[in-house]
């Protein structure tokens, strides 16, 4: 993910390795939501690998996946209520 000063950028690497042919393909999705409400939708019903990891991306950077049934906590406390700790204007306690 890269940010801008109106924007971020997220951009999947994906491919389809288990299909005979495809090997050697990947495309690159890139998407630029605005930087104060991230939205991009997810990739679940085509790549359903990508649920943890969309998971972990709303989790540690807060952008959210319109679409997907499940963007629960994975790593982070259930509770947790300040903004993502991966974000750069999160501070840290111990800082």
Known sequence: MRLFRSS??????????????YEAIIVALAERPKRDEPSVPTLIEVWPGAEYHERETHEMLGVVF?????LKN???P???NDI??????YISPGR
Do not use: C
């Open 84 to 89: 993502p700790p991966l974000r750069k204007d």
């Open 78 to 80: 259930e509770d947790w």
């Open 66 to 70: 319109s679409g997907h049934p499940n």
């Open 74 to 76: 994975l790593l982070l």
């Open 8 to 21: 971020r950028e997220v951009i999947y690497f994906v491919g389809a390795v288990s299909k005979p042919g």
